[in-house]
């Protein structure tokens, strides 16, 4: 499995960022793909993820309602879409794929992750 996480970029703060994930390879139509982010000198935390088959959706609770996550089937693409984006949203944002059903927040439990793409956020 291979994941390239892309659209990163600078913004600015009140910005509105889509990030992609497209996975290739040995895929699982059963998986679960989430999104994390690590900011400088902090450790990884998970931000949303979506069952493959029924497009249910997980997110933390910090990023409810101004973050979503999407799938495009055909595409074998993930999406996360940011929205009114601050400067503590300055991270590498990172796409992670495991192949079974359960949502982990631990980003130890996730076998595949994409190379990262940086988004800062200027004020």
């Known amino acids: 499995v291979q994941l390239q996480a892309y659209g990163g970029g600078l913004v600015q703060a009140g910005d509105s960022l889509t990030l992609s994930c497209v996975a290739s390879g040995r895929t699982f139509r059963s998986n679960v793909m989430g999104w994390f982010r690590q900011a400088l000198g902090k450790e990884r935390e998970f931000l949303a993820a979506?069952?493959?088959?029924?497009?249910?959706?997980n997110f933390t609770e910090a990023v409810k309602g101004r973050f979503t996550i999407s799938r495009d089937n055909d595409k074998n693409t993930v999406y996360l879409r940011i929205n009114d984006l601050k400067p503590e949203d300055t991270a590498v944002y990172y796409c992670a794929l495991d192949p079974g059903t359960t949502i982990y927040r631990n980003p130890w439990n996730w076998n595949y992750w994409g190379q990262g793409t940086l988004v800062t956020v200027s004020s």
């Open positions: 979506i069952r493959w088959n029924s497009g249910r959706t």
